[in-house]
């Protein structure tokens, strides 16, 4: 009887040690799991902030004129309205820029970004930019501020730089 009783012990404490065994590895699973989703949604946030940079190098940022034309022309085929208002400020700060109103749209007609600008009348307006006779011209060397407006649901949607005459 001893011999059946030894036999029985050992099988029930070897089951005891596989079950246990599984325990801890589904526990540790389980942990390398959770780290590796946090893990990942840490990486996908990082991506989003870089993949934004080139919307928002310019947020709350005092640039040239020229830089902003750049601006313009590398964004042409984003999905984003960048407004410049070249009307002289003395006033544009942080505080008081509120919703982008004024000024000339480029790339989409307005914040909606339901109407791109047409290929031509996207080069026409970056020629007018550029041309020192035009109402819209954007003078290279003047101070301008970016200002950068998100979205909720779709992020950046547009860029908005205001001319000063102040820094």
Known sequence: MSDTTNSWI????????VLALIALVAGIMSMATR???????????????????RYTQYDAQRVTGSQVVDAIK?????????????????????AQLGAPAGG??????????ATPQTATNEAMLVH????PSNASYINPSSNYYG???RS???GVITTVYFQRITD
């Open 10 to 17: 050992k099988w029930v404490f070897g089951v005891i040690f």
């Open 74 to 94: 590398r964004l042409e085929n984003d999905k984003i309205c960048v407004m410049v208002n070249v009307a002289p400020s003395d006033s544009a700060t942080v």
């Open 35 to 53: 780290k590796g989703n946090d893990a990942t949604a840490q990486a996908e946030k990082d991506l989003e902030t870089m993949s934004e940079t």
């Open 128 to 131: 007018n930019a550029q041309n």
């Open 104 to 113: 000339v749209a480029y790339v989409y007609t307005d914040s909606s970004l």
């Open 152 to 154: 909720d649901t779709t």
């Open 147 to 149: 200002k950068v407006f």
